[in-house]
């Protein structure tokens, strides 16, 4: 991998306290959702955050959610984790995605909505999945964050802004990536989430999450579920007719039902 890539992600810094807390209570079995609770409501930054989008139509949620106490029970421990680091990635790393001719708020708006189709299809599929799948799909997309600014450096900006106005498909970007600066977002996004040390099975199901066939057989299933959500939603567009009906092609290949997935693009679709 390229030494200045390799030199962006090793400066950046740890994961904070509230984040490193998360984490651990979301992979301890015994923990619970009282003990979450605590450490949220200690970062109020991340508390504001989460209550925020509790109340975002996205989520559908049937009345006004006031207390973080009742985010948390919604969302589960997954999705928090999710949250979290996501919040650490705005603090962390300074975001310009001129190179992908798309805006910050587009951008963080690209991952948000991923992640919230994530939690309301795979709620109707496996919801013991999200453990992985949920903040996956909420950081599935950071490694565009590098990618950027190296191309900014280099001054190739330009000339992959005309290169990307070709192309439609996030297979084709991944492509595109690996041309002008050596990887893709996915490798990108794997190698951040193994320097921060997160578990192997987020960090595979990202990095398999355009070729979930080449992933081990016990990382397939996460990364297709990735992998179909990037498809229906990326910095080319949202549901569009073409979309759809190459996630049900891939819905087919990896044999998932149909329905679920038709009824969460419906929800966002209205």
């Known amino acids: 991998m390229d030494e200045n890539i390799l030199k962006k992600i090793k400066s950046l810094p740890p994961l904070d306290d ?5 984490q651990r209570i979301c992979v301890d079995k015994n923990s619970s959702l009282a003990d979450l609770v605590k450490v949220v ?3 109020p930054m991340l508390t504001a955050n989460i209550l925020k989008s509790s109340n ?8 006004e959610i006031k207390n973080i106490a009742h985010a948390v029970s919604l969302f589960g421990m997954a999705t928090v984790r999710g949250f979290a680091l996501s919040s650490a990635i705005k603090q962390n790393i300074k975001i310009n995605l001129e190179p992908y001719n798309i ?3 587009d951008f963080l708006a690209i991952s948000t909505l991923q992640s919230t189709f994530m939690f309301k299809w795979y709620s109707k599929v496996n919801k013991a999945m999200l453990d992985v799948l949920q903040p996956a799909a909420f950081m599935m997309e950071v490694g565009k964050i590098i990618i950027a600014h190296e191309l900014l450096e280099q001054n190739k900006d330009e000339a992959f802004k005309l290169a990307l106005s070709k192309i439609k498909t996030p297979y084709e970007l991944s492509v595109l990536e690996r041309e002008y600066v050596g990887f893709s977002n996915e490798e990108i996004t794997a190698k951040i989430f193994e320097q921060w040390n997160l578990e192997s099975e987020l960090v595979e199901s990202i990095k398999f999450s355009n070729y979930p066939s080449d992933a081990h057989v016990s990382i397939q299933p996460y990364a297709a579920a990735l992998n179909i ?3 229906s939603i990326n910095i080319f567009g949202h549901f569009t007719e073409e979309f759809i009906e190459k996630a049900l ?4 290949e990896h044999e998932l039902h149909h329905a679920p ?6 929800q966002f679709q209205q």
Not at 261 to 266: A, M
């Open 229 to 231: 959500v990037k498809q």
């Open 41 to 43: 409501e200690s970062d």
């Open 261 to 266: 997935f038709l009824e969460t693009v419906e």
């Open 56 to 63: 975002s139509p996205l989520y559908g949620f049937s009345r």
């Open 18 to 22: 509230t984040v490193l807390k998360i």
């Open 103 to 105: 805006s910050n708020n």
């Open 249 to 252: 092609k891939l819905l087919d």
